[in-house]
């Protein structure tokens, strides 16, 4: 059975930095890419980025390049979403989830992680 | 980046009413387009891929059409567990592979 796991919520300040996870089970993991996909308290999804963990190989939408960085330790089959300096803006649930193959929609889901940045 | 409309973007429905859902690219996309529904606290759940694939396990009474700039999502006969928000995205071009704007059906 295909699962991703995400990590816990989190709560941070602002200018602090902070990693999420995502643990990939069930499947090749690096054979398929991984995205993460971001959700503002009551908004909808945002396409952010994605990740090939076979060659970290990462493709970055240009509204979240150079905010974030997506990374992948393939010899643990988990994927990471990071920043360097959170805002408060940077509040919100974060998703990964799984590149079908030869199709590029989202056949797999995390469970989401929130992330809550406040002073 | 490909722009996605969804209309209407929320409506009020009774169990067993036939539902359609509107999506729209803002250039051509072939069929690359994939229909999620989220329900309140969940992840996304995928529905329907290549604009009218079925994915396993996602009852029959969800459907999808359409090809080139136009979609619709129906679902057939809505039960109570369909009263979701509902998201096509496209995946032709990227970055990004963008989400349409969300269509919410509520229980009237």
């Known amino acids: 059975e295909v699962q991703l796991v995400q990590s816990g919520a989190e709560v941070k300040k602002p200018g602090e930095s902070l990693k999420i996870s995502c643990k990939g089970s069930?499947?090749?993991?690096?054979?398929?890419?991984i995205g993460w996909v971001r959700q503002m308290p009551g908004k909808g999804l945002e396409w952010m980025g994605i990740i090939y963990p076979g060659d970290s190989d990462t493709r970055y939408s240009p509204s979240f390049q150079g905010q974030v960085t997506i990374s992948a330790d393939k010899s643990i089959s988990t994927a990471y979403l990071q920043w360097s300096s959170l805002k408060a803006s940077d509040t919100a649930m974060y998703y990964c989830?799984?590149?079908?193959?030869?199709?590029?929609?989202?056949?797999?889901w995390g469970q989401g992680t929130l992330v809550t940045v406040s002073s | 980046a490909i722009r996605m409309t969804q209309s209407p973007s929320s409506f009020s429905a009774s169990t067993g009413d036939r539902v359609t859902i509107t999506c729209r690219a803002s250039q051509g996309i072939s069929s690359y387009l994939a229909w999620y529904q989220q329900k309140p606290g969940k992840a996304p759940k995928l529905l329907i891929y290549a604009a009218s694939t079925l994915q396993s396990g996602v009852p029959s009474r969800f459907s999808g059409s359409g090809s080139g700039t136009d979609f619709t999502l129906t679902i057939s006969c809505l039960q109570s567990e369909d009263f979701a928000t509902y998201y096509c995205q496209q995946y032709y071009s990227y970055p990004p592979f963008t989400f349409g704007p969300g269509t919410k059906v509520d229980i009237k």
């Open positions: 989830a799984r590149l079908g193959t030869p199709e590029n929609y989202f056949d797999y």
């Open positions: 069930g499947y090749s993991f690096t054979s398929y890419w």
